[in-house]
C-alpha cells in the first residue's frame, strides 16, 4: 500500500513563502524518484518539481525556476517543497508523486494534493 500525504498549504501573500512536506510510506522510498506537480481548477497538471531518488538532481518548471526547491530527506521518508517569491499564479492544488525510476516521474503513485492559495 503506497500512501503519500501532502501537508503545509495554505494561504499566503504574494511574495510570501510556504514549505510543503509529503510523508511517503509503502514503498521504498529512497528507491523512488519523488516530484511535485500542481493543478490549477480549469488547467493541466503540471510539473512543478522532481529529484532523483538520491537527491543528486533535481528538475524545476520554468514557472517556478528560482523560487521553488525540492528536496528530500530519505532517512525520514519525507520529500519536500520549498516555495519563495509566491505568486497569485501559484495557487493550485500540490500533489506529490512517487515514481520507480526517472522517466517514469508523474506517472506512479499520487497523494491526494494540497492546496495553496497565494492572494492579498
Known amino acids: 500500500q503506497v500512501q503519500l500525504v501532502e501537508s503545509g498549504g495554505g494561504l499566503v501573500q504574494p511574495g510570501g513563502s510556504l514549505r510543503l512536506s509529503c510523508a511517503a510510506s509503502?514503498?521504498?522510498?529512497?528507491?523512488?524518484?519523488m516530484s511535485w506537480h500542481r493543478q490549477a481548477p480549469g488547467k493541466e497538471r503540471e510539473l512543478v518539481a522532481a529529484?532523483?531518488?538520491?537527491?543528486?538532481?533535481?528538475k524545476y518548471g520554468d514557472s517556478v525556476k528560482g523560487r521553488f526547491t525540492i528536496s528530500r530527506d530519505n532517512a525520514k521518508n519525507t520529500v519536500y517543497l520549498q516555495m519563495n517569491s509566491l505568486k497569485p499564479e501559484d495557487t493550485a492544488v500540490y500533489y506529490c508523486?512517487?515514481?520507480?525510476?526517472?522517466?517514469?516521474?508523474?506517472?506512479?503513485?499520487w497523494g491526494l494534493g494540497t492546496q495553496v492559495t497565494v492572494s492579498s
Open positions: 529529484i532523483t531518488s538520491a537527491g543528486g538532481g533535481t
Open positions: 508523486n512517487a515514481a520507480r525510476s526517472w522517466l517514469m516521474v508523474g506517472r506512479g503513485s
Open positions: 509503502g514503498f521504498t522510498f529512497s528507491s523512488y524518484a
